[in-house]
């Protein structure tokens, strides 16, 4: 079965700070790879998605996310976080045929300092 | 709003109690997906349907549950006889055939067993 692994649950970092959040996956075979943000409150909303092409894509808000195939991981960066970054952040990925049901890590509770 | 709805947003009730959630997806989606949610984790995947087919469910899914999607539209999960185990949130997602499309989600139900 799939697992996606996130490290580092609860994050806390001051305004201006960078972010790196961390993804690694299990599946061996091609994936498709997602970054979702649930702010408080809210719903989860795609931060960004990987399906092919570019290794390197970016999202909403500032953020960035880099495939590396060879080490199963898709890590989120932001260079400089502001308050309004304080959410959860979930990593996922789905195989791209069948059902295309998602299978997420545990998250990471990012909280920013102002 | 043409967003994922789901009802009620909170729902209270005592153990052995049957309980039913509603769904509303984006209207041009033909694929909806349910999920659980509990504390400190991400979302779980519980059940698909596409159309009013339920193709797949997960071994999360015991037979006290029970989803139906009876027009191809709006979709019910249906909890028998709830349990402590069973406190969490249920969110939903739809999307469409394009492996390349996002799902959507609603803003979720959250249960509580008394």
């Known amino acids: 079965a799939q697992s996606v692994s996130q490290h580092n649950h609860h994050v806390i970092l001051s305004e201006a700070a960078s972010l790196e959040l961390g993804c690694n996956y299990s599946?061996?075979?091609?994936?498709?790879l997602f970054w979702y943000v649930q702010y408080p409150g809210q719903h989860l909303q795609l931060l960004l998605k990987?399906?092919?092409?570019?290794?390197l894509v970016k999202g909403i808000k500032g953020f960035e996310a880099e495939f590396i195939k060879s080490k199963f991981s898709f890590n989120l960066r932001k260079p400089s976080v502001q308050w309004s970054d304080t959410a959860e952040y979930f990593c996922?990925?789905?195989?791209?045929?069948?059902?295309?049901?998602?299978?997420f890590g545990k998250g990471n509770q990012v909280v920013v300092i102002p | 709003d043409t967003g994922v709805s789901q009802n009620p947003r909170h729902k209270i009730t005592k153990r052995g109690q049957n309980v039913t959630f509603r769904c509303d997806p984006i209207?041009?989606?033909?694929?909806l997906y349910w999920y659980r949610q509990t504390l400190g984790q991400g979302p779980e995947f519980l059940t698909y349907?596409?159309?009013?087919?339920?193709?797949?469910k997960s071994r999360l899914l015991s037979d006290r549950f029970s989803a139906e999607r009876p027009k191809g539209s709006f979709s019910t999960l249906e909890i028998q006889r709830t349990e402590q185990g069973d406190s969490a949130m249920y969110l939903c997602?739809?999307?469409?055939?394009?492996?390349?499309?996002?799902?959507?989600f609603g803003d979720g139900t959250r249960l509580s067993i008394l």
């Open positions: 349907f596409q159309n009013e087919a339920q193709l797949e």
């Open positions: 599946y061996g075979g091609t994936v498709n």
């Open positions: 997602a739809s999307g469409d055939d394009r492996v390349e499309q996002p799902q959507h």
């Open positions: 990987y399906f092919s092409g570019d290794p």
């Open positions: 209207s041009e989606h033909n694929r």
């Open positions: 996922a990925v789905n195989l791209p045929y069948g059902n295309n049901r998602l299978a």
